[in-house]
T-cell receptor, first 115, second 113 residues
Framework: DAGVIQSPRHEVTEMGQEVTLRCKPI?????LFWYRQTMMRGLELLIY????????DSGMPEDRFSAKMPNASFSTLKIQPSEPRDSAVYFC?????????????FGDGTRLSIL | QQQVKQSPQSLIVQKGGISIINCAYE??????FPWYQQFPGKGPALLIA?????SEKKEGRFTISFNKSAKQFSLHIMDSQPGDSATYFC????????????FGEGTQLTVNP
């Protein structure tokens, strides 16, 4: 079975540019999570979706960040305009929402560097 | 109240030794406590998880001990191997929050040959 697929794996861009990160969740999973990982702040939940609907975006740092899930098999996280402090590893995870807590399956992340 | 505190930040163990990582939480509504293992360049992967109705869960060399009254839980890795060298994260969630995980700060484990 294919796991969570993220692209690109690495992104280097200049400050002010728009950045789009992509995620394909595991087929059949109906919950999707976007995380950011830095040395200083660890793993932070940015936003999560249930059945393609954003449930909690309280972790999105500011209006420059936006996320969409147009269908069950695709999600994007966009940063516009990007800033050097956005440099981090961004992870997407998916799970099957059902009775009880379900494990989250993570992709291998996108390492983002803003110059 | 949503925080999960993890210690130590880093840990060095000799091959064959026992690695112990501790976590503490405040929110008594948490009802699911997973541990994730992360290798460099990879995403976190679920290692083992426990619910508060049991005090211990063992899977191979990995054991979670859970103390509900103290609001603490720990991961024990028996017979630690160099291949266990990774970063370990504890986490907690409550079913009513849609499996939203709150992660600890992480522990970088190094197992020397």
């Amino acid at each position: 079975d294919a796991g969570v697929i993220q692209s690109p794996r690495h992104e280097v861009t200049e400050m002010g540019q728009e950045v789009t990160l992509r995620c394909k969740p595991i087929s059949g999973h109906n919950s999707l999570f976007w995380y950011r990982q830095t040395m200083m702040r660890g793993l932070e939940l940015l936003i999560y979706f249930n059945n393609n609907v954003p449930i909690d975006d309280s972790g999105m740092p500011e209006d420059r960040f936006s996320a969409k899930m147009p269908n069950a098999s695709f999600s994007t996280l966009k940063i516009q305009p990007s800033e050097p402090r956005d440099s981090a590893v961004y992870f997407c995870a998916s799970s099957l929402k059902g009775i009880g807590n379900q494990p989250q399956h993570f992709g291998d992340g996108t390492r983002l560097s803003i110059l | 109240q949503q925080q999960v505190k993890q210690s130590p930040q880093s840990l060095i163990v000799q091959k064959g030794g026992i690695s112990i990582i501790n976590c503490a939480y405040e929110n008594t509504a948490f009802d699911y406590f997973p541990w994730y293992q992360q290798f460099p360049g990879k995403g976190p992967a679920l290692l083992i998880a426990i619910r508060p109705d049991v005090s211990e869960k063992k899977e191979g060399r990995f054991t979670i001990s859970f103390n509900k009254s103290a609001k603490q839980f720990s991961l024990h890795i028996m017979d630690s191997q160099p291949g266990d060298s990774a970063t370990y994260f504890c986490a907690a969630s409550q079913e009513t929050s849609g499996s939203r995980l709150t992660f600890g700060e992480g522990t970088q484990l190094t197992v020397n040959p």
